[in-house]
């Protein structure tokens, strides 16, 4: 359900919270555009080069080289990547609060620069991996050290503190320069977020491919060297574009807001709510309409005797505004979908742990050469980008035609479909690993590994889908000073799917005192762990559904008149009703 908003304040452009380069409000046609989000696009693309090409492959080198258990490369692997999007809440809180979008992404992408240059030189010390394999004692190999280890944890964390300080604000920055009150630029933002996702799939694509076969036949040095120097590149591209972008400037720490509104209401818990919400502070200059949802918060807004005073109406620690009240109210019904997101990305990192694995006990040979297991994911890719283009040129057409909505499909049945797909995704990977398994044990063959197609083609299929459905739900449906945070929530959805998968692992390890994942596939059940996830995916998907059927989308502004005719009428009933309510108001006030 789409609201329409009463409450509707000018655009950041049109108030002056949009500025160039040199602080002054913004020319659009001199700012912004596609040429602007495109030079955005490349340090997003060149972070993904950098990250897709670590950790798609990574857990070849920590088993293959340095010799460590499967379940624990796989938890390094998932735990790296985890912290990366988990630390995409500082990087938009950061943004957000002190040094805007632009600032934040340039500092955050020398970061990680730093850190993939460290992998590099990790990985290309000889004194930082052990000896290799005794080949006359069958499975002898000495695992690597904690000092080996030492300057590889080091430029993994530093890595993934760049990165996710990228991730949670360069999105938000490239929907930027677009003006969502004009037409024209509010339809080139519907199709940002899918080029977007389109454009990084291409940067993932060339690093499981060039990256992944560079590191297994020439050396991992030059495939993290190339990585780096990516990473320089696109801070480069990021600083020449500066004249070209409309900045938007940081509203304040929304963490703060958010506190203060909770501490406010558990303060003000014993108070009586007021016979009219018309009493509420700052009621009838909210740029958010007031909502009756969590009624609890609004005491934070509640004029007591202490906030009687004028002077202290405008202090936020003794009372807040119902603006306030109501964005921390948007934030917190995100958090129903946000929890049920997170177990797409448990089964989605199984794809750069054990499916990888998986590869290294087939058949990778075509012809006289032999496919690096990494590259294997290249299918994962080249499913997300042909489904992403299906998307946005049949799917989003089609159903714009049915549904009469701008959207065509919404991002909570975008999530929908993806949750779906994830759990046919894991059916296929068991039904294809007990395949594996019996062939290998029962007749001592290695079966073709492009039986991992379906897996790989079904969940890439499922990120098309859920990956742009939760970007989009998540920027479109905070409030607008919290984009940069609402990022890093959407982000955090990752880190905690990941942080999931390790958990899973421990637990499955403990519970079947490692019988089902052995560094040896072929001795353990990886099949039954696949089961496993889809079952919890089934469960998780009824609560999604309950959750998407109770939630009610953001109020959307009004974007002009030619556009919004046919609601013209509704927004000019709530105006007319909310100034009857202010005069009733004001003659209370009077008597």
């Given at each position: 359900?789409?609201?329409?908003d009463?409450?509707?304040?000018k655009?950041?452009?049109?108030d002056?919270?949009?500025?160039?380069?040199?602080?002054n409000p913004?020319d659009?046609?001199?700012t912004?555009?596609?040429?602007a989000?495109?030079?955005?696009?490349?340090?997003e693309?060149?972070e993904?080069?950098?990250v897709m090409g670590?950790?798609?492959n990574?857990?070849?080198y920590?088993?293959g080289?340095?010799?460590?258990?499967s379940?624990?490369s796989?938890?390094?692997?998932?735990n790296?990547m985890?912290?990366l999007?988990?630390?995409?809440?500082l990087?938009?809180?950061?943004a957000d609060?002190?040094l805007?979008?632009?600032?934040?992404v340039?500092?955050?992408?020398s970061?990680a620069?730093?850190?993939?240059?460290l992998?590099?030189?990790?990985?290309s010390?000889p004194g930082?991996k052990?000896p290799?394999?005794?080949?006359?004692?069958?499975g002898?190999?000495i695992?690597?050290?904690?000092?080996?280890?030492?300057l590889?944890?080091?430029a993994l964390?530093?890595?993934?503190l760049g990165?996710?300080?990228?991730?949670?604000?360069?999105?938000?920055f490239?929907?930027d320069?677009?003006?969502s009150?004009d037409?024209?630029?509010?339809?080139?933002?519907?199709?940002?977020?899918n080029?977007?996702?389109?454009c990084i799939?291409?940067?993932s694509l060339?690093?499981v491919?060039?990256?992944?076969y560079?590191q297994?036949?020439?050396?991992?040095?030059w495939?993290?060297?190339?990585?780096?120097?990516?990473m320089?590149?696109g801070v480069a591209?990021?600083?020449?574009g500066?004249t070209?972008?409309r900045?938007k400037?940081?509203q304040?720490?929304?963490?703060?807001?958010?506190?203060?509104?909770?501490?406010l209401a558990w303060?003000?818990?014993?108070l009586?709510y007021?016979?009219?919400?018309?009493?509420?502070?700052?009621?009838?200059?909210?740029?958010?309409?007031h909502?009756h949802?969590?009624?609890?918060l609004?005491?934070?807004?509640?004029?007591d005797?202490s906030?009687a005073?004028?002077?202290n109406?405008?202090?936020?620690?003794i009372?807040?505004?119902?603006?306030e009240?109501e964005e921390?109210?948007?934030?917190?019904?995100?958090?129903p979908?946000?929890?049920t997101c997170?177990?797409?990305?448990?089964?989605y990192?199984?794809?750069?742990t054990f499916?990888i694995?998986?590869?290294t006990?087939?058949n990778?040979?075509v012809?006289?050469?032999?496919v690096?297991?990494?590259?294997?994911?290249?299918?994962?890719?080249i499913?997300?980008?042909?489904?992403t283009s299906?998307n946005?040129r049949?799917?989003?057409?089609?159903?714009?035609?049915?549904?009469?909505n701008?959207q065509?499909i919404?991002?909570?049945?975008?999530?929908?479909?993806?949750?779906?797909?994830?759990?046919v995704?894991?059916?296929?990977s068991?039904?294809v690993?007990?395949r594996?398994r019996?062939h290998?044990?029962h007749?001592?063959?290695?079966?073709?590994?492009f039986?991992l197609?379906?897996?790989?083609?079904?969940?890439g299929?499922?990120e098309?889908?859920?990956?742009?459905g939760?970007?989009?739900f998540?920027?479109r449906?905070?409030?607008?000073g919290?984009?940069s945070?609402?990022?890093?929530?959407f982000?955090?959805t990752?880190?905690m799917?990941?942080?999931?998968s390790?958990l899973?692992?421990?637990v499955?390890q403990k519970?079947?005192?490692?019988r089902?994942?052995?560094?040896?596939?072929n001795?353990?059940?990886l099949?039954l762990?696949?089961w496993?996830l889809?079952?919890?995916?089934v469960i998780?998907?009824l609560?999604?559904?309950a959750?998407?059927?109770k939630h009610q989308?953001k109020?959307?502004?009004?974007?002009?008149?030619?556009?919004s005719?046919?609601e013209?009428?509704s927004?000019k009933d709530l105006?007319?009703d909310?100034?009857?309510?202010?005069?009733?108001a004001?003659?209370?006030v009077?008597a």
């Amino acid at each position: 359900m789409v609201l329409v908003d009463n409450h509707a304040g000018k655009d950041g452009a049109e108030d002056g919270n949009l500025v160039d380069f040199r602080g002054n409000p913004v020319d659009k046609s001199r700012t912004g555009g596609w040429l602007a989000a495109g030079l955005i696009l490349g340090t997003e693309l060149s972070e993904r080069v950098c990250v897709m090409g670590i950790s798609m492959n990574l857990v070849t080198y920590l088993v293959g080289d340095l010799h460590l258990p499967s379940s624990k490369s796989a938890n390094i692997v998932t735990n790296f990547m985890g912290t990366l999007n988990l630390l995409g809440l500082l990087g938009g809180f950061l943004a957000d609060a002190k040094l805007g979008r632009y600032l934040t992404v340039g500092i955050f992408a020398s970061i990680a620069a730093v850190g993939v240059t460290l992998l590099t030189l990790a990985t290309s010390i000889p004194g930082m991996k052990p000896p290799e394999c005794n080949p006359r004692k069958s499975g002898h190999c000495i695992e690597a050290s904690g000092q080996q280890l030492a300057l590889l944890y080091t430029a993994l964390y530093i890595l993934a503190l760049g990165g996710g300080g990228i991730k949670s604000n360069v999105s938000g920055f490239g929907s930027d320069q677009f003006d969502s009150s004009d037409p024209k630029e509010n339809k080139s933002m519907i199709y940002f977020f899918n080029r977007f996702y389109f454009c990084i799939s291409l940067g993932s694509l060339f690093a499981v491919t060039v990256l992944v076969y560079l590191q297994d036949n020439v050396g991992r040095g030059w495939g993290y060297g190339i990585s780096a120097g990516t990473m320089v590149l696109g801070v480069a591209v990021l600083i020449g574009g500066t004249t070209l972008y409309r900045f938007k400037k940081p509203q304040g720490s929304p963490l703060t807001i958010i506190w203060r509104v909770l501490l406010l209401a558990w303060r003000k818990r014993k108070l009586s709510y007021p016979s009219d919400t018309g009493f509420l502070n700052e009621y009838h200059n909210a740029k958010v309409p007031h909502t009756h949802m969590l009624r609890c918060l609004d005491k934070a807004a509640i004029l007591d005797d202490s906030a009687a005073a004028n002077e202290n109406s405008k202090n936020r620690w003794i009372v807040s505004t119902v603006t306030e009240v109501e964005e921390v109210k948007m934030v917190l019904k995100l958090i129903p979908i946000w929890s049920t997101c997170i177990l797409f990305w448990t089964v989605y990192s199984q794809m750069n742990t054990f499916t990888i694995e998986q590869a290294t006990f087939m058949n990778r040979n075509v012809g006289n050469f032999a496919v690096p297991a990494g590259s294997l994911s290249v299918f994962l890719f080249i499913s997300i980008l042909l489904f992403t283009s299906i998307n946005e040129r049949v799917t989003v057409r089609i159903a714009r035609k049915i549904t009469h909505n701008s959207q065509g499909i919404t991002s909570l049945q975008r999530v929908g479909i993806g949750l779906l797909l994830s759990i046919v995704g894991m059916v296929a990977s068991a039904l294809v690993e007990k395949r594996r398994r019996e062939h290998a044990i029962h007749h001592n063959f290695k079966i073709s590994a492009f039986w991992l197609v379906p897996q790989f083609f079904i969940v890439g299929a499922g990120e098309a889908f859920a990956y742009v459905g939760q970007l989009e739900f998540f920027i479109r449906e905070a409030p607008e000073g919290m984009k940069s945070m609402s990022t890093g929530l959407f982000l955090s959805t990752l880190s905690m799917g990941y942080f999931v998968s390790s958990l899973l692992v421990f637990v499955v390890q403990k519970a079947t005192k490692g019988r089902w994942l052995k560094s040896n596939l072929n001795k353990g059940k990886l099949d039954l762990f696949y089961w496993l996830l889809a079952v919890l995916g089934v469960i998780n998907f009824l609560i999604f559904i309950a959750f998407s059927m109770k939630h009610q989308y953001k109020v959307q502004k009004l974007s002009s008149i030619e556009d919004s005719a046919e609601e013209l009428g509704s927004w000019k009933d709530l105006t007319l009703d909310n100034k009857e309510k202010k005069l009733e108001a004001d003659e209370k006030v009077e008597a």
